[in-house]
C-alpha cells in the first residue's frame, strides 16, 4: 500500500534544502505521496529510506517502453487524471492490424501505408509506431513468417497477437529484438505467456474479462516478477471500454490501486465495421485514456487528424509549441535568395513560412532559438535583440550557402537592426521587412525584382 505524505516525511532528510524543488520536506512528501514529484529529486535521502520509499516513489501507472532506436515508445507514468491539472506526458501509440489469414494486397497496402504516412510538422514527425500481427490461422510458421515480413520491411514495433505458445515463442526469436509487445496473457495461459516475457524481456498483456479479474490476474503475474504489463479488460463495446479506462485511470491515480496501475491497450477495430466511426471511436480513446489504440487500418485522411489530436493533447500547455533552431529552405532557394530571420514559437512560424510558399520566392528562412516566445514578446525579453541574432546568425551556416550578405528582419523588431549591423560587420546590410506576415509576400517580390 501506497505511503501517506506525513509517513513519507518522516523518512525524509528534514534538511529543507529547497534542492527537490520545493520549499520544505513536507511539501515534497506530499507531492510524492500524490505521484507530482520523484524521490531522485532529493539528494540527501539515505538508502534505508530510499528501499522504504520505492512504492511511494513509483509512478502510479507504470511506465512501459517499447521499441528500439527513432521508434521507442514509452506510455503509462500518467500522474493526473486531467491535462489542465499538470499535463499528459507519455502519448499512446498508434498500431495498425495485420493478420496472417489476410490476402496479400491487403497485408501489402497496410505496410506500405504504415511506412508512408508519415507528416512533418514543427519540427516533430507525425506517425504511427505499432504493427498489430495476429496469428488467425493458428499456424506458428505463417505467423513467424508475417512478423519476419514486419522486421524486414518497417521499423515497427510489432504486437504478436497469438493463443499459441509456440508460435509467439518463434515470433519472439525473431522480433525481440525490437521488444514488442506480447498479446496476451489470460487466466489460462498466464504462467507461460509470464515465462516467455521473461525470457525475451518484452512486456506482457493481462487480458481478462472485467475490472476485478484483471486485478487478480495482474497480482499473478507481477508476483511472478513481470512487471512490464499493458492492460486490457476485455471490452468491445464502446461505452464499457471507455468506462474501464477511466476507472483504470481513477483507480491508479486517486485510490492508489498498483494492481490496476498499468496502461489499457484498445481495440477500436473490434468495435465497429465502419472506418469513420472507428477512426472516432480512436479520437475518444486517445482523449481518454488508451496507451495504445489498435485500427483496422487507416488512410491519410483518417490517420492523420488522430495524430495532430494526440500532439495537441500531449504537449505541456505551460510550454509553447516550438521549432528546432536552424535554416529552413522554403522554395529550393539558391546562393542568390533572400534571408530572413524569425523566432522558433511554432505559429510565427507556419504564418511566415506560409507566406513566403506563397510569394513563390525561394528564401533561406532563419529560425532562432527563443524559448519558444513570438517576435514582439521575445523582443521585450531581450531574447530576439541585436547583438543575440548577429551571434546566431554568424553561427548558423548561412554564410556557406548564400554569395550576398543581406539579412531581412521583422518590421516590429527595426529598432534592433543598429546592434545587428554592428555585430555582423560592414560587409552585412540589415534590411527591415514589413510589420506584418501578410505583406511579406509582396516584399520579397519587390525585393527580387529590385
Not at 498489430?132 to 499456424?139: L, T, V, W
Amino acid at each position: 500500500m501506497a505511503l501517506t505524505g506525513i509517513q513519507i516525511f518522516k523518512l525524509l532528510p528534514k534538511t529543507n534544502c529547497k534542492e527537490c524543488g520545493q520549499p520544505t520536506c513536507l511539501a515534497f512528501a506530499m507531492n510524492l505521496a500524490a505521484g507530482k514529484a520523484e524521490l531522485s529529486r532529493c539528494p540527501y535521502v539515505s538508502d534505508e529510506a530510499r528501499a522504504l520509499l520505492s512504492e511511494a516513489s513509483a509512478p502510479p501507472i507504470r511506465p512501459v517502453t517499447m521499441g528500439t532506436g527513432d521508434n521507442k515508445v514509452t506510455v503509462g507514468g500518467e500522474t493526473v487524471m486531467f491535462r489542465h491539472e499538470k499535463t499528459f506526458v507519455n502519448k499512446p501509440a498508434v498500431a495498425v492490424l495485420i493478420s496472417d489469414t489476410m490476402a496479400e494486397d491487403d497485408v501489402s497496402g497496410r505496410i506500405k501505408r504504415y511506412n508512408s504516412l508519415r507528416y512533418e510538422w514543427i519540427g516533430l514527425l507525425l506517425r504511427a509506431e505499432m504493427i498489430a500481427i495476429k496469428n488467425e490461422s493458428n499456424d506458428a510458421a505463417k505467423f513467424e513468417a508475417l512478423v519476419k515480413r514486419v522486421m524486414g520491411e518497417t521499423d515497427a514495433i510489432p504486437i504478436l497477437i497469438s493463443e499459441n505458445i509456440d508460435a509467439l515463442k518463434a515470433a519472439l526469436v525473431v522480433s525481440a529484438e525490437r521488444v514488442p509487445l506480447i498479446y496476451a496473457a489470460t487466466e489460462k495461459n498466464y504462467e507461460a505467456m509470464a515465462g516467455l516475457a521473461k525470457e525475451f524481456k518484452c512486456p506482457l498483456t493481462a487480458k481478462a474479462d472485467g475490472l476485478a479479474k484483471l486485478s487478480e490476474l495482474t497480482d499473478k503475474i507481477v508476483a511472478l516478477d513481470v512487471k512490464d504489463i499493458i492492460a486490457d479488460s476485455g471490452a468491445r463495446g464502446v461505452r464499457r471500454a471507455f468506462e474501464d479506462m477511466t476507472f483504470l485511470r481513477r483507480a491508479a491515480l486517486i485510490q492508489k490501486n498498483r494492481s490496476l496501475g498499468f496502461s489499457p491497450i484498445t481495440f477500436p477495430c473490434e468495435m465497429t465495421d465502419n472506418p469513420l466511426k472507428e477512426t472516432l471511436i480512436a479520437s475518444m480513446f486517445i482523449a481518454k485514456y488508451a496507451g495504445i489504440v489498435v485500427l483496422s487500418d487507416f488512410q491519410g485522411e483518417s490517420l492523420f487528424p488522430l495524430l495532430v489530436e494526440r500532439l495537441n493533447i500531449y504537449t505541456d500547455p505551460q510550454r509553447p509549441m516550438m521549432m528546432k533552431e536552424g535554416i529552413y529552405p522554403i522554395g529550393n532557394p539558391t546562393e542568390d535568395s533572400p534571408v530572413a530571420i524569425t523566432t522558433n514559437f511554432a505559429l510565427t512560424y507556419f504564418i511566415v513560412s506560409g507566406e513566403i510558399e506563397a510569394s513563390r520566392v525561394p528564401t533561406w528562412l532563419l529560425v532562432m532559438e527563443t524559448e519558444g516566445l513570438s517576435v514582439l514578446t521575445a523582443w521585450a525579453a531581450g531574447k530576439f535583440v541585436g547583438d543575440a541574432m548577429g551571434i546566431f546568425i554568424k553561427k548558423s551556416g548561412i554564410t556557406d550557402k548564400i554569395k550576398h550578405r543581406k539579412i531581412i528582419i521583422p518590421g516590429y523588431v527595426a529598432s534592433v537592426s543598429g546592434d545587428l549591423e554592428e555585430e555582423l560587420g560592414p560587409d552585412w546590410e540589415v534590411k527591415i521587412g514589413p510589420r506584418e506576415a501578410a505583406h511579406l509576400a509582396a516584399f520579397l517580390k519587390m525585393e527580387t525584382a529590385g
